[in-house]
């Protein structure tokens, strides 16, 4: 929209949804604690399901409820345990097979990993590329799985910066703004990084681009 800038678009994106996935589900990425990166993988295959955000929100919820907080832990609740809490949370079509896989990815990080996702940051040299790469061998982890996973761990994980995927990069066309993620990441700070990147993905889900320009115009 004529007379836009770009730092009012910013502004009004970070107000309309500058929350990360990460802080809406509690689970303190810039700690990069053990537990805090274990939480956000388990989301992150949760999320790149073919189901809705909020209900990925509400499974995580679910499973973090019954102290399934690390990969031992998930690992040796029963399937049906982790079926049945999974159901109950809106997996009704993905409850047996999301439960299996998190049997597998759970005991692949305890086999590669001690359980630790840390250590997979250190296998990959810190290397953004084959951090992808490697996050992609756990079971239930794809590229939509990688990238929900690399753009919140932004917050912790410096080489990261700035990680923007496809569809945050898509939303920025959308809105006028930088589509190279260097570029894009120079109009905020370095902590909001993070948040300017979930901010463009919940836009794109949220199909709102268009009152985001009109908000942030002039007189909007």
């Given at each position: 929209m004529a007379g836009t800038d770009t730092g009012a678009i910013v502004r009004e994106l970070l107000a309309r949804h500058g929350r990360t996935y990460a802080e809406e589900i509690d689970v303190d990425v810039p700690a990069d604690t053990a537990e805090s990166m274990f939480g956000l993988l388990v989301f992150a295959l949760l999320a790149s399901a073919r189901i809705r955000t909020p209900i990925a929100v509400g499974a995580f919820r679910?499973?973090?409820?019954?102290?399934?907080?690390?990969?031992?832990?998930?690992?040796?609740?029963?399937?049906?345990?982790?079926?049945?809490?999974?159901?109950?949370?809106?997996?009704?079509?993905?409850?047996?097979?999301?439960?299996?896989?998190?049997?597998?990815?759970?005991?692949?990080?305890?086999?590669?990993?001690?359980?630790?996702?840390?250590?997979?940051?250190?296998?990959?040299?810190?290397?953004?590329?084959?951090?992808?790469?490697?996050?992609?061998?756990?079971?239930?982890?794809?590229?939509?799985?990688?990238?929900?996973?690399?753009?919140?761990?932004?917050?912790?994980?410096?080489?990261?910066?700035?990680?923007?995927?496809?569809?945050?990069?898509?939303?920025?066309?959308?809105?006028?703004?930088?589509?190279?993620p260097r570029d894009l990441s120079d109009l905020v700070e370095r902590e909001d990084v993070p948040r300017l990147v979930a901010a463009l993905v919940r836009t794109r889900l949220e199909h709102d681009a268009d009152d985001v320009r009109q908000a942030a115009a002039p007189g909007g």
């Open positions: 679910a499973l973090r409820e019954q102290g399934w907080t690390s990969a031992a832990a998930l690992g040796e609740a029963s399937w049906a345990d982790r079926a049945r809490v999974l159901n109950r949370s809106g997996y009704a079509r993905y409850d047996e097979s999301t439960s299996r896989t998190f049997g597998d990815a759970c005991a692949y990080l305890l086999d590669t990993y001690d359980g630790d996702i840390r250590r997979l940051r250190d296998a990959a040299e810190r290397t953004p590329d084959r951090e992808r790469v490697l996050l992609q061998k756990i079971k239930g982890i794809g590229p939509v799985g990688a990238d929900i996973f690399l753009r919140e761990a932004q917050a912790a994980w410096d080489e990261l910066v700035p990680y923007a995927d496809q569809r945050a990069l898509a939303a920025a066309a959308e809105l006028g703004l930088p589509t190279d």
